[in-house]
């Protein structure tokens, strides 16, 4: 079968890592979040770890050649021969310009974009509530919080017409409600 690559997008808090896993268990191939992978480095101690470290709590992006790269390697590694469901990344239309080169160099397109729809106020909530559940630094200042959701608006939110500029997919769920709500609604919208 040929490799799958799809995208989970959505502001900060809009519930993408949540939906991710059970996407990426739906569409059989595996969960590829930079953020976990940043977060995982900083854990570890690792010289990319240090890099990041103050970038992450600040909330500010990694810069493209290093985020880049992790994406890449990433996609080599075996498991992901089947594609992969890309989280958090591409987050500027540099970086997605970036990705669709390195599919294309293997013959390979972006297959479909979830797009998870959710008001800036309600972001707002979830971030501190998720301050308080998992200890997130960049969720607990209300400034950083701020600036990242600024960050989506400005940088991200252009690769969404970036790729309807392109003819990808897009799939728009409105991501308030359950989880199981939210997730049920992805797969019918997929068609899975
Ligand atoms: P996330 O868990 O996706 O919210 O990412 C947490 C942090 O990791 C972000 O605020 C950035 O500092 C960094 N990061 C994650 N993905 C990217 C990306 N695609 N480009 C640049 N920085 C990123």
Known sequence: MAPSY?????????GKGTQATALAALLEVPHVSTGD???A????????GLEVQALLAAGTLVPDDVTNRMVEERLKEDDAAVGALLDGFPRNVPQSKFL???LARDGQSLTGIVVLDVDEDELRRRLAKRAADQGRPDDADPAVIEDRITTYREQSEPCLGYYEGIG???HRIDGIGAPADVEARIAAAIGS
């Open 41 to 48: 480095h900083l854990k570890q101690g690792t010289p990319l």
């Open 37 to 39: 992978m940043f977060r």
């Open 100 to 102: 669709d080169a390195l």
């Open 168 to 170: 990808v997919p897009i």
């Open 6 to 14: 799809f995208l989970i997008f959505g502001p900060p808090g809009a």
